[in-house]
């Protein structure tokens, strides 16, 4: 069943093209999401760092509410008003999201021919809404002691990680040198199912033919990027399963829904 989600465009003014390559994307993840409260998005069309294109994420995150799953849980905000059948701050945005205006490569077109040397950006709004939604952790690696949590909670995200052997993140001490190995164990392209972090959603699990998907676990650790991304070696560009990973190439489209 589609949902509704609802776009506040801001500075898109003289962007038309980016504000209906933006919709595309919306228009595919509310065939995909089934939830009977609508969501709400902020997005910006601006300025930012050179090095950005552009960023996501739920306004709110909300735990032991009614019809929660999971008590002591962070849920990203459309999911929590999903399980709990009503939206909690109602005339407030579900997710906030801001796009870079001053990026000169850009390609807003959205048939997925994104030539050579531009960015495609319906993809990038892909990417970043399903963050939005809740494709996020919270763990993170500090002097070789890893950790996951929000003031001592794991958020949604957190329940799935697993090890190879798939045993739960949430099992290892929390923080612990042990954790921080797990979550810097990076891809060896020698051993591609050896030691990592992988994701044990059913439904993920199920689409990626029965087995754990594979996270993105650097060596070194990456803030934004480690953990919270499907890992680029296991799911290069081209690849279908490639819109959650953490880089976008030149000229790489990927808007299968």
């Keep these: 069943t589609a949902s509704t989600i609802s776009v506040t465009y801001v500075g898109f003014e003289s962007f ?33 760092a050179p090095n950005v294109l552009g960023s996501a994420g739920a306004q709110y995150v909300w735990r032991d509410f009614p019809g929660a799953p999971n008590a002591g849980t962070y849920y990203p905000d459309a999911l929590a008003d999903k399980l709990r059948g009503a939206d909690a701050y109602p005339g ?41 939604l809740g494709f996020l952790g919270a763990a993170s690696v500090s002097s070789g002691s890893g950790s996951i949590g929000l003031g001592g909670y794991p958020i949604a995200y957190d329940r799935f990680s697993v090890t190879q052997t798939g045993a739960p993140l949430l099992g290892f001490v929390n923080p612990s040198a042990e954790l921080g190995t797990q979550l810097t164990s990076g891809y060896n ?45 296991t799911y290069p560009a081209g690849n279908p399963n490639s819109l959650m990973t953490p880089a976008l190439s030149g000229a790489e489209a990927i808007h299968d829904h």
């Design 16 to 48: 038309p093209q980016a504000q209906a390559s933006f919709q595309a994307a919306v228009d595919i993840w509310a065939s995909l999401v089934s939830t009977p409260v609508p969501i709400s998005v902020r997005a910006e069309f601006t300025s930012l």
């Design 92 to 132: 407030q945005f579900d997710i906030l999201a801001s796009f870079n205006s001053s990026f000169g490569s850009w390609y807003f077109g959205t048939d997925g021919s994104t030539p050579a040397g531009a960015y495609d950006f319906e993809s990038v709004v892909l990417h970043e809404l399903g963050h939005g």
């Design 189 to 233: 392209p020698s051993d591609p199912r050896g030691p990592g972090v992988y994701f044990s959603g059913p439904n993920a699990v199920a689409a990626n033919g029965g087995l754990t998907p594979r996270l993105y676990t650097p060596t070194t650790w990456s803030p934004g990027s480690s953990y919270s991304h499907l890992d680029e070696n």
